[in-house]
């Protein structure tokens, strides 16, 4: 399922690499994942199936939100496009 979210987040227009050809937000977004999931004791399935919750866990009022806002938001933005990856997949 990473793999597929990492292509969801390419085809939506994120960048792999920054113009120095470092990393830049796909991979941002992968370790916001890999965060709320060492966070919350997921696997990748278990946060899919609980996104919903989690987003609004991480957003500015959440109970989490002191980690969603670390690293320029990333971790928050990160569960938003899953979100959006997992909505697509059930419609698809």
């Known amino acids: 399922m990473q793999k597929e ?6 085809n939506a227009g994120f960048a792999v690499k920054t113009l120095q050809g470092k990393s830049s ?3 941002d977004y ?8 060492r966070q ?8 899919a199936k609980n996104i919903d919750r989690l987003v609004i ?4 009022m ?12 990333s971790v928050r933005c ?3 496009q899953f979100s959006k990856f997992i909505n697509e997949r059930k419609v698809a």
Do not use: A, D, W
């Open 5 to 10: 979210y990492k292509m969801f987040l390419i």
């Open 62 to 73: 959440g109970e989490h939100s002191n980690i969603g806002k670390q690293v320029s938001r």
């Open 25 to 27: 937000t796909v991979y």
């Open 40 to 47: 919350e004791n997921l696997n990748i399935e278990g946060l």
């Open 78 to 80: 990160s569960l938003v």
């Open 57 to 60: 866990k991480y957003q500015p």
């Open 30 to 37: 992968l370790r916001g994942l890999k965060r709320v999931c």
